[in-house]
């Protein structure tokens, strides 16, 4: 798909991986919706972005969602491409995860994707023409302890991905994964519960700026899945590839962060 003149919703737009992707996308030539709580941060990037749309979004609500797409289409006519990023983390033992506290992720996580997959494909299909890049993270791609609940909403977001890919390939509609790796945003100032987890290996945090260029890439390319690297990388979950990929990135140094792979919040 050509990002330049494209509908662009992303969700989770008030911060990190958000509002990068939203910058991204903007200075690509894309009309962007910009949906999230936070309006203040919204109105703000909207300035920087000029003919955007804000339009305030609890993705966790229905109504609010579908009030989203019918505003964009409203405004622009249709919509071209969904970016459903929003998201939030849970890093807790399985022996302490509170099942309120993975009720409420997977209810971000996972069913308010396939809600926002939901709402915007009936324009989609009218055209045969779509694009949705479900923002994920690498975490789904190999165990960690102490992220057993985060990482399994995640991986519940690939395999509606997957299956999306499947039952909407003959309707025009590309839908892609994409996996963020520890990024500099607030993810882990915002989780749910828990804390900061420390991982085996030392990963430099990536510029939210890097995730951004994944989904672009996404995007134009319709790739199924797409690692968060410098280039973007296609990759086949499951494969020694995937993983091998995101362990080369490693950087050991006293900048580095001692932390699993994850990506950035609403």
Same mark, same amino acid.
């Given at each position: 798909?050509?990002?330049?003149?494209?509908?662009?919703?992303?969700?989770?737009?008030?911060?990190?991986?958000?509002?990068?992707?939203?910058?991204?996308?903007?200075?690509?030539?894309?009309?962007?919706?910009?949906?999230?709580?936070?309006?203040?941060?919204?109105?703000?990037?909207?300035?920087?972005?000029?003919?955007?749309?804000?339009?305030?979004?609890?993705?966790?609500?229905?109504? +609010?969602?579908?009030?989203?797409?019918? /505003?964009?289409?409203?405004?622009?006519?249709?919509?071209?491409?969904?970016?459903?990023?929003?998201? +939030?983390?849970?890093?807790?033992?399985?022996? #302490?995860?509170?099942?309120?506290?993975?009720?409420?992720?997977?209810?971000?996580?996972?069913?308010?994707?396939?809600?926002?997959? +939901?709402?915007?494909?009936?324009?989609?299909?009218?055209?045969?023409?779509?694009?949705?890049?479900?923002?994920?993270?690498?975490?789904?791609?190999? *165990?960690?302890?102490?992220?057993?609940?985060?990482?399994?909403? !995640?991986? $519940?977001?690939?395999?509606?991905? +997957?299956?999306?890919?499947?039952?909407?390939?003959?309707?025009? *509609?590309?839908?892609?994964?994409?996996?963020?790796?520890?990024?500099?945003? #607030?993810?882990?100032?915002?989780? /749910?519960?828990?804390?900061?987890?420390?991982?085996?290996?030392?990963?430099?945090?990536?510029?939210?700026?890097?995730? $951004?260029?994944?989904?672009?890439?996404?995007?134009?390319?319709?790739?199924?899945?797409?690692?968060?690297?410098?280039?973007?990388?296609?990759?086949?979950?499951?494969? !020694?590839?995937?993983?091998?990929?995101?362990?080369?990135?490693?950087?050991?140094?006293?900048?580095?962060?001692?932390?699993?792979?994850?990506?950035?919040?609403?």
């Amino acid at each position: 798909m050509e990002i330049d003149g494209a509908v662009c919703i992303v969700t989770g737009a008030s911060s990190g991986i958000g509002t990068a992707t939203a910058r991204l996308l903007s200075g690509l030539g894309a009309h962007v919706v910009l949906a999230a709580r936070r309006m203040e941060r919204l109105e703000d990037l909207a300035v920087e972005l000029p003919g955007s749309l804000v339009v305030s979004t609890d993705v966790t609500i229905a109504a +609010q969602v579908e009030r989203l797409v019918a /505003r964009t289409v409203d405004t622009y006519g249709t919509v071209d491409v969904l970016v459903n990023n929003a998201g +939030q983390g849970l890093h807790v033992p399985l022996e #302490e995860l509170d099942p309120t506290d993975l009720r409420a992720v997977f209810e971000l996580n996972v069913v308010a994707p396939l809600v926002g997959m +939901q709402a915007v494909l009936p324009v989609m299909r009218a055209r045969e023409h779509g694009a949705i890049v479900n923002v994920s993270s690498a975490t789904s791609l190999r *165990v960690f302890p102490g992220l057993g609940g985060y990482a399994a909403t !995640k991986a $519940a977001l690939n395999m509606v991905s +997957q299956v999306g890919q499947l039952e909407l390939a003959d309707a025009g *509609v590309a839908v892609s994964v994409v996996y963020p790796s520890v990024t500099a945003t #607030e993810f882990h100032q915002r989780l /749910r519960a828990g804390h900061l987890v420390s991982g085996g290996h030392a990963i430099q945090p990536d510029p939210p700026e890097l995730p $951004a260029t994944a989904i672009a890439f996404a995007i134009r390319t319709g790739e199924a899945h797409v690692l968060v690297a410098d280039p973007p990388e296609p990759i086949t979950p499951g494969d !020694k590839g995937g993983w091998g990929a995101l362990l080369a990135r490693q950087a050991p140094s006293s900048a580095a962060t001692h932390a699993p792979p994850d990506d950035g919040p609403e």
